[in-house]
């Protein structure tokens, strides 16, 4: 059964294969990670991510908030896949230009520039460029531009000098010399020479000579001639010639990013599936990497059976899910989705001041209908984060509504020495007691309610504290009870505040309130999965974030410890592997059968 563990075998093994590249990264001396979102370990899991999607030969999409989309459609080609990176690791780097080679670059990234060549290049690599060759590229790379290019195969773009592209293939449209496009199909237009490429979609518009990429939109543009690639950002497109556009990752945006095999999905009928890599501090490691891995070998599965997609798959990293770095949990989904404004969101902050529009290089898209709209439903695969599962695989019902609210506690710094306890109006003295209230409320309504968080000022074991700053995280059964839980905590901690000679400010940081899943597209996994449980979870996810707009579901796999958010949160590699079955029996179910018919999700 679905719902069963699976045991020692090749998908087991498969399974391991996989963890064990993202196992080592982020990896604190605890035991647990430090992933948070943008940071080094996290932008390696996303050239992680770029390798185990160009091996698939799925392009990589990013929105221009952060998140990423790997699509698999029956009209690519269905390259047989491998969870190893390509030799030679990660790197994720645009390549140095100059007249030296760039031998064995990995996993999405630019080519090198001038006179030298990229040889051994893989993986959706932009190919050099200048009077070099890039002999035997493979695999959607974009070819090299003044030289010959033999040997191109596999939906490569060919660069010629006499600026024509003949006879190209697989979607990807070729540039050169003299920026004539001859012959191109299906995908992918290249700016060459001194014209540009306008409105360009899907996987890597390549830019040669003195011209520029304008509107590209999705993948990478290769950067050539004797310029430099300005104003490029995660996947976006980058400027060539002997200048930059720093309005490319803008406007590609704004002509729209699904392109190519999202643009199959068009009617709204695609599949979407996936989680984030971000985690807490010293968080577990299961939490979020668990959806992406087990969706790369969903659809590794369903290759292997020989199913072909009549509705595109698509795989999706979602940036700042735990909202650990910039304090807004699912950041990421909730620019997708228009739930909060890109304005807001660019001035948000991490603890050293740096802020998103810094990470991003610019302003945040915000809400990206057009990406949505290519999508028919959503299940994200997640560790269950509790106790409640006595199978290995189980169904989300809904999700506790909840949220983070900002405590600025202040009153007036002074020496601990010689200082009254009469005199004094020591914040610290209302903070604990919020805390301690926080705890009564919670207890007494039967919610959730953490304070985990606190910043003290001066931070001096010899003074009075002059202001303190907690966070509360709350959430609760239904709406109400929330509300009515976070307005008794203030409100008793406003009182005490009157009697410490303190001042209280709540602030409300990020809210999400109940999410219903689906009950039709619940009740479909629920019978795809053999009977596999129904059950809620207090955790938020980027799957209650979607649900607004897409219709929604989860798979949890079951958690032996209970424990999650900490070094301790485990899966055992049997269960891990049954949920890769599950998801792949799901991601069957919705890409080829009939459409579910959906019942409007709630969300009060």
């Known amino acids: 059964m679905l719902t069963d563990s699976v045991e020692e075998g090749p998908l087991v093994n498969a399974f391991r294969e996989a963890w064990a590249q993202l196992a080592p990264i982020g990896r604190a001396s605890d035991g647990g990670y430090v992933r948070y979102a943008w ?3 996290e932008l390696t899991l996303r050239e992680w991510f770029h390798a185990q999607a160009a091996r698939r030969a799925m392009p990589v999409l990013e929105d221009g908030n952060g998140n ?10 269905p390259t047989a896949s491998t969870a190893a990176w390509p030799l030679g690791g990660p790197t994720g780097v645009a390549a140095a230009p100059g007249d030296g080679p760039t031998p064995d670059t990995p996993a999405g990234v630019a080519g090198a520039v001038g006179g030298g060549r990229a040889s051994d290049t893989t993986a959706g690599i932009a190919g050099a460029a200048g009077d070099g060759r890039a002999p035997d590229t493979t695999a959607g790379i974009a070819g090299t531009a003044g030289g010959p290019t033999p040997n191109m195969t596999a939906g490569v773009a060919a660069a010629a000098s006499d600026g024509r592209a003949p006879d190209t293939t ?32 899907a996987s890597i518009a390549a830019a040669a000579g003195d011209g520029r990429t304008s509107g590209t939109t999705a993948g990478i543009a290769a950067a050539a001639g004797d310029g430099r690639a300005s104003g490029t950002a995660a996947g976006g497109a980058g400027a060539a010639g002997d200048g930059g556009d720093d309005d490319v990752r803008r406007a590609g945006q704004a002509a729209g990013i699904a392109a190519g095999a999202l643009r199959a999905a068009a009617a709204g009928a695609g599949v979407l599936t996936g989680s984030h890599f971000d985690s807490v501090p010293h968080g577990g490691g299961y939490d979020g990497p668990l959806g992406i891995v087990s969706a790369f070998l969903a659809i590794d599965e369903l290759r292997a059976r020989g199913v072909e997609p009549v509705r595109p798959i698509t795989v999706a990293a979602f940036a700042e899910e735990e909202g ?29 001041g740096v802020s998103l529009r810094d990470v991003l290089g610019g302003m945040p898209a915000g809400a990206r209908p057009d990406l949505l709209a290519g999508f028919g439903s959503f299940v994200e695969l997640h560790i269950e984060q509790g106790r409640a599962l006595d199978t290995a695989v189980g169904v989300a019902s809904a999700i506790w509504p909840h949220g983070r609210w900002r405590m600025d506690f202040t009153g007036e710094g002074n020496h601990a020495g010689t200082t009254l306890m009469a005199d004094r109006r020591d914040p610290m003295l209302t903070f604990a007691f919020a805390v301690l209230a926080a705890n009564k409320q919670a207890r007494l309504r039967g919610g959730h309610a953490t304070v985990g968080r606190v910043a003290v000022t001066p ?26 839980m976070v307005d008794d905590i203030a409100r008793k901690v406003a009182e005490r505040a009157a009697r410490d000679g303190a001042r ?27 009977g596999a449980p129904i059950l809620p979870t207090g955790a938020g996810h980027d799957a209650g974030v979607l649900a607004t707009r897409v219709p929604t579901a989860m798979i949890f796999v079951r958690n032996p410890t209970g424990v999650s958010h900490a070094p301790a949160e485990r899966a055992t590699d049997g269960d891990c592997a049954a949920g890769v079955l599950a998801l792949a029996a799901t991601l069957e179910e919705l890409s080829c059968r009939p459409p579910v018919v959906h019942e409007e999700v709630v969300r009060r």
């Open 39 to 41: 940071s080094p370990p």
């Open 68 to 77: 990423l989309f790997a699509t698999w459609s029956a009209a690519g080609p």
């Open 170 to 201: 697989a979607g990807i449209a070729a540039a050169a010399g003299g920026g004539r496009e001859s012959s191109t199909t299906a995908g992918i237009a290249a700016a060459a020479g001194n014209g540009r490429a306008s409105g360009t979609t």
């Open 324 to 352: 650990a770095r910039f304090g807004v949990a699912c950041l990421g989904s909730r620019l997708l989705t228009g739930a909060i404004e890109p304005e807001r969101a660019a001035d948000l902050t991490d603890r050293d």
């Open 459 to 484: 931070n001096a074991t010899n003074a009075v504290p002059a202001a303190v700053h907690g966070w509360l995280d709350a959430r609760a059964g239904d709406d109400e009870t929330l509300a009515a």
């Open 504 to 530: 209280v400010r709540f602030t409300p940081e990020s809210t999400s309130g109940e999410v219903r899943f689906d009950r039709s597209l619940a009740e479909r996994l629920r019978e795809v999965l053999d």
